[in-house]
């Protein structure tokens, strides 16, 4: 069973930055994809950052050059490094995971990440 939690969420500030970390249980990080996304009140839920099982990295384009997607394959976790932040990063972060072998994706419960001006 496939498990995504998310965790380090909360408060920033404007031109702050944070960093959301998502622990996964019965998935193997390196051969499949894994990625963030967002919902803000009232809006659809959009694509933050992805990186595939090769290692490419996409990024939304209202978070392209300030925020950052890795992952530790040796500790299951993926992190989203988010710098400059602004007020309109204000969200539910939500992680995702697509198993490439049955193209099943998976999300975490989302994480609530605020940013004041």
């Known amino acids: 069973q496939v498990q995504l939690v998310e965790s380090g969420g909360g408060l920033g500030q404007a031109g702050g930055s944070l960093r959301l970390s998502c622990a996964a249980s019965?998935?193997?990080?390196?051969?499949?994809?894994m990625g963030w996304y967002r919902q803000a009140p009232g809006k659809q839920r959009e694509l933050v950052a992805y990186i595939s099982s090769a290692g490419v990295r996409t990024y939304g384009e209202s978070v392209k050059d300030r925020f950052t997607i890795s992952k530790d394959n040796a500790k299951n976790t993926m992190y989203l490094q988010m710098g400059s932040l602004k007020p309109e990063d204000t969200a539910v972060y939500y992680c995702t995971a697509l198993v490439i072998a049955t193209m099943r994706q998976y999300w975490g419960q989302g994480t609530q990440v605020t940013v004041s001006s």
């Open positions: 019965g998935i193997i990080f390196s051969t499949n994809a």
